[in-house]
């Protein structure tokens, strides 16, 4: 792909998109918000489903993780191989905040992990550290990372608290406790370093005849109901010969209400295909969707899977606007799919200038 | 792929120590060597102990193959800004497997992956360590390290400093990785695995065999089919070799080539030969006495294609080494030739064999007529004093035929930068034993035999995704040619040429076709090329 003439083309029509949004009347407005290959976030106007604008993030990709300020006029991301944190404005794509977790002696990386406090004064990130000596690494213990969003382009961490391995997505719920999603849902309070279960996974009981859950979020896109979805596979076996064959297959989800910290946990549907991601409609937290080589709808208050619709290729994120009539699935590649939410049916597309590869696919809502 | 034998020789190196190759012995340059690891790698590493005796730290901890030094040393280029010429690397290297190798024996499980042929599904791993380390690795990429408890342990770190994704991936996050990796499993390998073996000491003891002479070599080349040919090897400056093949194949055609061969550990043969124009290596092993050598030869440019050699020296004692073909159908008169060397007196095929006729005779091989009219069975072929056990199987009837690789991933390619990775295919005929039953344990292998080749899917699902369609091709001499790799606008999914099927041998016997099959995945290109699996 000629990929200097996409570019171009990408900026201008994100310029035209600019000037567009700059006359309007000022309203309640939906952006879905991804990131491309080689490393540029799109703010796409979800009112007409084309990109408002484009920002160059600075360095190479990392995974494409998005986190939104509570205002969602802000968007940081991670960059450079996930070592570095950068926010932009997104109404303007102004770089507003950089942080950089490495150095030349400690190698950070955050595995999807970063967060704004409910506040919008502190961004958060768990930290991987491996000390770099000159002839071996040293694996040191995940932290919590702390830091002060007004510190802009040369941002410090202020604060860290020590944390489980293996932390993925992670959120902050309306009193500002961090949720981590790791081998068991915790929580974290960032100002003392205090850790709580929230939801047991892998230190569940659930008795000798049920898989330890293999859980993962990669994603976890519940801004629109205001909640954390970590998904888990599980299975039930028929005895505790633990028969892979006769078991009985289970996508399971511990969900997080934002607003209060408390959870639930459930199996919720039988495992027939592979769900990257699901996400909840905003008119019923009851109507789960899901996305990958297929896109699904399922009512998971009778467990049952409502539609299936084959996909063109795999997607493996979705979102939803907040009316909760349209899907937006993307990721992996290059294209936005849009789908009605009743049929599923395919409504349009967005070409995008890149592969989405592993990026978050967010909506951002900028109140009037 | 094996280290490189490139006709460049060192002389002259950075250091300043001036050295005429011919005359180094080997103290000088085992001294040299440890004087370049001196100069490029204590930028990092440390040294300690005895200057005669250094230790150098994470190096001095490992023993490992010529591949896994060369793999390790081609990792320091590229991961951490080493910088090392072609030559001074070709010591090290050297070096380190003659002093920091691995025994005969240690090396002997994995040799498969020593000869990149990695078509096989490994069996009896330990369950730790496959869930640890072989749900990426072949078993035989840790199988062939030694390295202390502690080493073994900053092998887990560099796994997490360079792969951090390592602990997140299926099978490692739903457990503690990182925990289990370093506490446990890194002590079972320094217990399984340890830096410290009788079997090395004894080794590093034994007098090690000059490989030179003359060498009764066969064979397999896909696509040129079995041959018989001689091989003389003779010591060049540095402890290199160089080598010649004269010869032919099955067909008659003949074959020719030279090359140069480093000897590494005192018995790791590694050639690099130009035959008929095309560039192959050769991956053997020399037995204690340096009396034989066996392995595998493989195109240069292409790994997976390759096939079984084994070569016996030439010791001016008679010597039976094949039969071509390997197995002799009851009641019906079949030419077959004795491959040998120093061959006089009367030829013996075992009871029930009679020799029928000899076409044409010479001291290395015999094409006769022969007709087998006894028992079912391998039968001992003897020529004068030589005698080779097992060398020719009598058979009534084709009962079974074993596609051989069983298992294999080819890759699709082409289209990228990532060429299309092939799979080389032959056929192994039983019959079906005392018990009449095929696929039973007393089925007589009679030896590889000629087939038609084809494809199918390999089951319903892949029928309906049109595998056998899409993922490639199957030419006469069973070699697989994958498909072009990106995406088929035509497929479902504008899925890549990938695919499973079965590929389907047919062998005739007597006029009836007997079949067999082989499971064969359809990959997408494997973007990392390493030195070992």
Redesign the interface.
């Known amino acids: 792909m000629k990929l200097k003439n996409v570019l171009k083309s990408a900026g201008v029509l994100g310029a035209v998109g600019l000037g567009s949004l700059a006359s309007q009347a000022m309203a309640d407005q939906e952006f879905l918000l991804t990131i491309t290959r080689p490393n540029q976030l799109h703010v796409i106007d979800m009112s007409s489903n084309t990109i408002a604008r484009t920002c160059d993030i600075p360095g190479p990709f990392g995974t494409g993780s998005i986190a939104l300020s509570p205002d969602n006029t802000h968007a940081y991301v991670l960059s450079n191989g996930t070592k570095d944190v950068y926010g932009f404005d997104i109404r303007n794509c102004d770089i507003t905040f950089k942080a950089e977790q490495s150095s030349p002696t400690e190698q950070v990386i955050s595995m999807q992990s970063i967060a704004v406090s409910a506040d919008g004064k502190e961004l958060y990130t768990v930290q991987n550290p491996i000390k770099k000596l000159s002839d071996r690494f040293e694996v040191e213990q995940p932290r919590l990372a702390v830091f002060n969003i007004k510190d802009g382009m040369d941002a410090k961490v202020v604060r860290t608290f020590p944390v489980d391995r293996r932390i993925t997505k992670i959120a902050v719920t309306d009193e500002n406790e961090v949720i981590l999603g790791g081998a068991d849902l915790k929580g974290i309070n960032p100002k003392t370093g205090e850790v709580r279960m929230v939801s047991k996974l892998a230190s569940w009981e659930k008795g000798p005849l049920w898989l330890p859950p293999d859980a993962f979020a990669m994603h976890s896109q519940g801004e629109q109901m205001h909640e954390y979805i970590m998904p888990y596979v599980t299975a039930k076996f028929d005895s505790e010969d633990w028969n892979f064959e006769t078991a009985e297959w289970w996508w399971g989800i511990s969900r997080v209400d934002l607003k209060t910290g408390k959870a639930t946990r459930d199996e919720v549907l039988p495992f027939q295909f592979i769900i990257f991601n699901f996400v909840a409609d905003p008119r019923n937290p009851d109507i789960l969707y899901g996305s990958f080589n297929t896109l699904s709808k399922h009512d998971i208050s009778k467990k049952e899977t409502l539609i299936v619709h084959d996909m063109p290729h795999t997607y493996y994120d979705l979102n939803i606007s907040g009316d909760g009539k349209t899907l937006y699935v993307g990721g992996t590649s290059s294209d936005i799919s849009i789908h009605d939410s009743d049929t599923l049916e395919k409504i349009g597309s967005i070409q995008l200038t890149g592969d989405m590869s592993t990026s978050d696919l967010r909506v951002a809502t900028i109140r009037n | 792929m094996a280290p490189t034998n490139k006709s460049t020789r060192r002389t002259l190196i950075g250091s300043g120590v001036l050295l005429l190759a011919g005359l180094a012995s080997a103290s000088v340059q085992a001294d040299d060597a440890k004087q370049i690891i001196r100069d490029r790698c204590l930028a990092?590493?440390?040294e300690s102990g005895d200057a005669s005796a250094p230790n150098f730290?994470?190096i001095s901890e490992q023993r490992k193959t010529p591949e896994g030094w060369l793999f390790t040393i081609n990792r320091m280029i590229n991961l951490r800004g080493l910088q090392i010429s072609d030559d001074e690397k070709r010591e090290v290297v050297r070096y380190l497997a003659d002093t920091q190798g691995l025994a005969p024996s240690e090396a002997a499980p994995f040799r498969y992956l020593l000869e990149q042929d990695t078509n096989l599904v490994e069996e009896g791993v330990d369950q730790a360590l496959a869930e640890t380390c072989a749900r990426c690795h072949s078993a035989a990429r840790f199988g062939l390290q030694r390295r202390t408890t502690e080493e073994w342990q900053?092998l887990v770190?560099?796994h997490?400093?360079?792969f951090?994704?390592t602990?997140?991936h299926?099978l490692?996050?739903?457990?503690?990785?990182?925990e289990i990796a370093?506490d446990e499993v890194a002590v079972q390998l320094g217990e399984q695995y340890p830096l410290l073996t009788p079997a090395w000491d004894n080794w590093k003891q034994a007098v090690k065999s000059d490989l030179d002479g003359r060498w009764r070599v066969t064979g397999f080349v896909p696509g040129k089919g079995e041959y018989d040919a001689w091989m003389t090897t003779s010591k060049a400056d540095g402890g290199r070799y160089n080598l010649s093949l004269e010869g032919q194949y099955a067909d008659g055609s003949p074959l020719s080539g030279s090359g140069k061969a480093t000897v590494y550990t005192g018995y790791e043969w590694r050639a690099s030969i130009t035959i008929d124009g095309v560039k192959m290596r050769q991956v053997m092993a020399a037995d204690a006495k340096g009396m034989s050598m066996n392995g595998r030869m493989f195109l240069a440019s292409e790994r997976e294609i390759g096939g079984v050699m084994s070569a016996l020296k030439d010791t001016k004692a008679p010597a039976v080494v094949a039969v071509m073909p390997s197995y002799l159908r009851k009641g019906e008169s079949t030419a077959l030739t004795i491959i040998g060397q120093n061959l006089d007196g009367d030829i013996d095929l075992g009871p029930g064999v009679k020799v029928e006729k000899v076409l044409e005779r010479s001291d290395d091989r015999i094409h006769l007529m022969a007709r087998a009219t006894g028992d079912e069975g391998t039968q001992s072929v003897q020529v004068g004093a030589a005698e080779l056990a097992s060398g020719l199987a009598v058979y009534g009837e084709l009962a079974r035929v074993e596609v051989t690789p069983q298992n294999a991933v080819a890759r699709i390619g082409g289209m990228s930068k990532m060429p299309k990775v092939r799979v080389a295919y032959r056929a192994v005929g039983y019959s079906a034993g005392a018990d009449g039953k095929p696929g039973t344990e007393d089925d007589l292998r009679l030896g590889y035999m000629p087939a038609e080749w084809s494809i199918k899917p390999a089951d319903e699902m892949a029928a309906e995704e049109k595998d056998a369609e899409f993922a490639g091709t199957i030419d006469a001499a069973g070699i697989f040619t994958p498909g072009d790799d990106g995406?088929n606008p035509k497929r479902k999914?504008?899925a890549n040429n990938v695919g499973r099927l079965a590929v389907v041998a047919s062998v005739k016997d007597a006029g009836e076709a007997v079949e067999g099959d082989g499971s064969l995945l359809v990959s997408v290109p494997d973007f990392v090329r390493r030195v070992l699996d």
């Open positions: 990092c590493h440390t730290s994470r900053l770190n560099f997490m400093g360079q951090p994704t602990e997140f299926s490692a996050r739903d457990r503690k990785w990182y370093h995406p999914m504008m």
